[in-house]
């Protein structure tokens, strides 16, 4: 009696081994990978600017894109596990401002900021740039958007759909199999009477608990990427804030100001870096008047030494004169006259 009870046991138990190997085949070969932010765009999407529907996942929208722009969850199906993910850049002459309102944004639809990053120049006036990653509700994803375009100058929009509708009903699938099985090994290692069964059924049981919370920890991942959209802000400050243009005499007007500004912010730069190098030219300015200086005076100096050198040459050069100078000149003597004269 007893080996027929641990004939069965044994049969029962290789075949929860047959469906556990048949079990880790197919989600090895089917299960979705845990990207953790990075997905497979092939749900819906929306193009921004025509406002019909895409293929690809993903919607672009640039160039003055006003805040009250529909978004891609307004077209999309309630039935379907559906991630979405949105990209914005901004510009703003109110820097500041501009982040403390999209912080109130995304407090006021019910999310929160996963990650900021702020990059504030040293030198003065330069310009700044921030990046957020918000967190928000997948039902406030819209007026969020809205919100968040108010803040500021959007000039780049881009919105990702993922649908991963049959990675989660195929993860609901396993994790239900693998609770069957793992109930089924604990009332077999409650039955079991030899120690050899017991540890056999605690090994499969120890492999279809680690497939079952792995499931598990991917279906939270899909749960919580679902009720919680990531979107990704840039906030640029500029002095000037771009505008749209479409007609070809807007496209003009707009080249010719732009021409402008640039010449004149040329020109702001380049007067600040000849005042930032003011000290620098100061330096060098009285080291040049103290080499010139120097130059001038052992110029002066070798002119006057070869003066004197000029002057002795002379002087050696004349020649010698008589010792008695200043007697007077005796007069001139005819022939016959003298004290000798007879």
Known sequence: MKQQRKRRML??????????????????ASAPADNGGEFYSGGASMDMEQGATA?????????????????????LPEDRKIILNASMDMETTDFTGTCTALREAASEAGGYLEHAQQDTPSREG???????????????????LSGAGEAGNVTNLSEDTDDVTAQYVDTEARIAALTAQRDQLLAMLGESGSLETMITIQDHLSEVQYQLESYERQKRLFDDQVSYSTVSISVHEVVYL???????G????????????????????????VVYMLPVLLMLAVLAAVVVLI?????????RRQAKAAAEAAHTALPAQPEHDDAPPQPEQKPGEGPNAK
């Open 242 to 248: 771009t505008e749209p243009a479409e007609t070809f």
């Open 126 to 144: 330069a310009a700044r740039y921030a990046s957020f990653t918000f967190r928000v509700p997948t039902e406030s994803y819209s007026s969020f």
């Open 11 to 28: 049969t029962a138990l290789a075949a929860l081994v047959c469906c556990a190997a048949l079990l880790a085949g197919c989600s090895n």
């Open 295 to 303: 130059v001038y005076l052992c110029r002066r100096r070798a002119e």
């Open 250 to 273: 807007q496209k003009l007007s707009s080249s010719f100001t732009d021409g402008w500004r640039s010449f004149g912010n040329s020109a702001q730069n380049v007067l600040l870096t």
């Open 55 to 75: 293929t690809d996942g993903t919607a672009e929208s640039s160039g003055g894109v006003s805040g009250g722009t529909g978004s891609v969850a307004e077209v």
